[in-house]
């Protein structure tokens, strides 16, 4: 099991990132919350990892604390919570607001998740109510800030759709952002705007 990876940013195109630890380049997918705080490309990364091994692929996740790992691999244990759903739930709220929702039994919060029916919101409420909240961020990602670039809206969009929003759904979100939004700042305001009632 790989728990915990130490790098240098090679590529990053949302939700995944690339991150080079002792000449190999490690694909990892992250949540948008993670994604969002990464360094610049060049620059040294620390996340803490869920690696899942299926008959036709090895997946590495990431996180940049502990406690989303944890609460990303206490997800996993529900019935009908795979890896993606699991982690398009950690890209639309924090571990904080996801406790918090969780314990106010606020199905209709977590029903406005990608791959979140009624059924599901209410399968997560009475498994993880009173297990989850109180962890803090404890990012260990260096500071930098990635500078905008000419295809954010584009990055933006293609993390949407991995993250199982509609083309729909993404496009009312691009309508929202600011001209000059970088792809981290892009991304926040669109799951942001879709998780608005």
Known sequence: ????????????TPPQVVVEAGGVGYEVDVPMGTFCQLP??????????HLVVREDAQLLYGFGSRAERETFRRLLKI???????ALAILSGMSTDELAAAIDGENITR???????GKKTAERLVL??????????????????TAAPQPSAQDDVTNALLTLGYTPREAAAALKTLPA?????????????ALAKP
Do not use: Y
């Open 127 to 144: 498994e993880l109510r009173g297990k989850l909240g109180g962890h803090g961020a404890g990012l260990l990602l260096a500071d930098a």
């Open 1 to 12: 099991m790989i728990g915990r990876l130490t790098g240098t940013v090679l590529e990053k």
């Open 110 to 116: 977590l029903s406005r998740v990608p791959g979140i």
């Open 79 to 85: 019935s009908g919570v795979g890896a993606k759903i």
């Open 40 to 49: 610049a490309v060049g620059h040294a990364v620390v996340l803490f990892t």
């Open 180 to 192: 000059e939004a970088s792809v981290e700042d892009g991304i926040r305001h669109a799951l942001k």
